[in-house]
């Protein structure tokens, strides 16, 4: 005779980080899931995060290709959410102390495999049409965006719940 026993996961922190696992482990796994937090959803760190989704910032090194990955995971979890998570997908402008630098900014990204294109004044001046001051040369890393961490926490959440998700909040104390 043989007997299955369904082990139950527990989650602990309902941040971004705990509801898009919790939203992983739904999917597929058919025990209990169990998150565990002191309070409401997203109401940690994640209230606070800029939630950026980027690479063309930091060196192109290890941990550049590590963001490439995270970037291409977010893509992958926007899809699978039917665009639910509101993922802007508008790319970033940005450039450096001169025309130079900004080049050597473009170059390096691109030898190593990001999509940041070279805007001059004027096709700058066409995708944002209110800036004042306009650099010579600007970068444009067309594949990055941008999520409302607390929206796509709580809706992550949603769905999750919607499947097997248990939430507790319990409350913590501080006996100082």
Not at 35 to 61: C, E, M
Not at 64 to 92: H, I, M, P, Y
Not at 128 to 150: C, H, I, Q, S
Request: glycine share 6%; charged share 15%.
């Amino acid at each position: 005779m043989t007997s299955q026993t369904k082990n139950n996961i527990i989650i602990i922190g309902a941040g971004i980080v705990g509801c898009t696992l919790a939203w992983y482990l739904s999917r597929s796994y058919t025990g209990k899931i169990i998150l565990i937090d002191k309070s409401d959803s997203a109401n940690g760190v994640t209230q606070h995060a800029f939630a950026w989704l980027n690479v063309s910032y930091g060196r192109p090194n290890g941990y550049s290709q590590f963001r490439k990955q995270a970037l291409s995971e977010w893509r992958s979890l926007d899809k699978l959410t039917q665009g639910k998570l509101k993922v802007n997908w508008c790319g970033a402008i940005s450039w450096q102390a001169n025309t130079e630098a900004t080049h050597q900014f473009i170059e390096s990204h691109n030898q190593t495999g990001f999509n940041i294109k070279a805007l001059t004044q004027a096709q700058l001046q066409i995708l944002e049409p209110n800036l004042r001051v306009l650099p010579k040369l600007a970068a444009f890393a067309t594949d990055e965006g941008y999520v409302d961490p607390v929206y796509t926490t709580k809706t992550l959440l949603e769905l999750a719940i919607s499947k097997v998700l248990i939430i507790y909040r319990i409350p913590m104390y501080n006996n100082y």
